[in-house]
């Protein structure tokens, strides 16, 4: 998954414009190679090859909490975490190493779901779009297994209340599955399928299947329709196919892991 809402940002090596996921983490210029590290402050630092924000550590336990409901975190849930962590917050190899830490530590805490998720909550200042894309995260771990067990539905949606989305938790979850009209579409999508919703081929790099499925993203993003005055018919048609483009790029990026 990816965090929706963008920000451009200046970079302070080339002087290159940059568009960069609006949430704490690092980012490197396609230009100059150089990396750095966007803040809570929503200004740009030199990386540090190690410290993590406090939203990724308070994302991870979440995470580690999840996986770890049923009393056994699998291979799958594991490489869901991984998969989840490098596309969101580009980590480099030490804060990997860190995250990973941080998730295998959480699982036998003491702190609760419920503490873990209101310390983000307060973290965020209540920042809904990445709140929203934790609550997709949630459920993309939940699913890793095959399918949305009751207990981690219930986990989730506490964790949804917390985050003051109580309300909008069916729509976050029928995004994430791409329901539409109380009918289920099917949330496997073969690899040859991925590959072509989003016009590549399976010898394409990561790097040129990532920039292509971001250029979908951007292309068929319900906000850039709604602000051109769409009808509700294809703001939820864009939902849909945005759905559709997430799981594919997901799937194809999973089976590289």
Known sequence: MQWTRKVTHTCPYCGSSVVIDDIPGRWTCPNCGQTFTYGTDGQTHQADEETLMPQVEW????????????????????????????????PSRQQRRKIMTIFNESRYSDESFESIAQNLYDSLGGRRDVLVD?????????????????????????????????????????????????????????????????????SDSDQV?????????????????????????????????????????????????
Do not use: W
């Open 59 to 90: 994302i991870v336990k979440l995470f580690a909490k999840l996986a770890k409901q049923d009393g056994v975190v699998s291979e799958n849930e594991v490489r869901q975490v991984d998969l989840i962590v490098r596309q969101a917050f580009q």
């Open 134 to 202: 934790t609550v997709t995260a949630l459920l993309a771990i939940a699913v890793a297994d095959g399918a949305l067990r009751p207990e981690e539905d219930a986990m989730i949606s506490t964790a949804a209340g917390i985050f003051g989305l109580a309300r909008h938790y069916e729509v976050i979850k029928a995004q994430f599955f791409g329901q539409s009209s109380g009918s289920r579409t099917s949330n496997k999508t073969s690899l040859e399928e991925g590959y072509r919703l989003l016009g590549c081929t399976s």
């Open 209 to 257: 299947i990532k920039k292509k499925y971001r250029q979908l993203i951007k292309d068929n993003h319900p906000d850039r329709l709604m602000s051109q005055g769409a009808s509700e018919a294809d703001i939820k048609a864009a939902n849909e196919k945005v759905a559709q483009i997430k799981r594919a790029y997901e799937q194809i990026m999973a089976a590289r892991s």
